[in-house]
């Protein structure tokens, strides 16, 4: 059984996420979603919130499931007895920190390879952080967050 971890913030997830997710489905046989609980800045959603909304964007892709960790992250995939760590590349300026990220993996746990997946175009723009500062100044962020998700961003900043 071949178990890949997706590890982020989902501070909400974007459709970019759960892109990845639906892809990373396809090549493993069990995707765990693992949101960080490590967050340095206060969260629009709480752990709790963000698994919640994630596990409903998720439903129906069978093998996947989602959980949360704090501490180190291949702790985590380890302990899952994972063998990838899966994360998504939108541009040239994600590589750089997540290049450092997976060689100081791989130096902790040889056995856990990360894996990159390209964005898919329509979604390389995206990001939560965005997202929120977008809704949070009025604009539409309709398509670029599952629907339960943009629903809750605008209850939040009603
Ligand atoms: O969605 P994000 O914020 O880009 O996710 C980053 C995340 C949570 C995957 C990354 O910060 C992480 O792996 N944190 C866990 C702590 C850890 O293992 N740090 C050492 C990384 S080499």
Same mark, same amino acid.
């Given at each position: 059984?071949?178990?890949?971890v997706c590890p982020g913030s989902f501070d909400p997830a974007t459709?970019g996420h759960i892109?990845i997710i639906?892809?990373s ?7 765990i979603v693992a949101v960080s609980n490590n967050l340095?800045?206060?969260p629009?959603?709480?752990i709790?919130?963000r698994m919640?909304?994630l596990? @409903?964007?998720?439903? +129906? *892709?069978?093998? =996947?499931?989602v959980d949360s960790f #704090?501490?180190?992250l ?11 760590i899966i994360k998504g ?5 994600d590589?750089?920190?997540e290049?450092?990220m997976?060689?100081?993996?791989? @130096?902790?746990?040889? +056995? *856990?390879?990360? =894996?990159?997946?390209?964005?898919? #175009? ?5 990001s939560s ?30």
């Amino acid at each position: 059984m071949r178990i890949a971890v997706c590890p982020g913030s989902f501070d909400p997830a974007t459709n970019g996420h759960i892109d990845i997710i639906e892809r990373s489905a396809l090549l493993f046989d069990r995707v765990i979603v693992a949101v960080s609980n490590n967050l340095s800045k206060q969260p629009m959603f709480s752990i709790e919130e963000r698994m919640a909304l994630l596990s @409903k964007a998720c439903e +129906d *892709i069978p093998n =996947v499931e989602v959980d949360s960790f #704090s501490g180190l992250l291949i702790d985590f995939a380890k302990q899952k007895k994972a063998t990838a760590i899966i994360k998504g590349l939108r541009a040239v300026s994600d590589f750089e920190y997540e290049l450092q990220m997976a060689l100081m993996n791989r @130096k902790l746990q040889p +056995d *856990i390879e990360t =894996v990159f997946m390209m964005t898919n #175009s329509k979604y390389s723009y995206l990001s939560s952080s965005l997202v929120k500062e977008v809704a949070r100044l009025g604009g539409c962020i309709k398509g670029l967050v599952p629907e339960p998700i943009e629903e809750e961003i605008l209850k939040r900043l009603r």
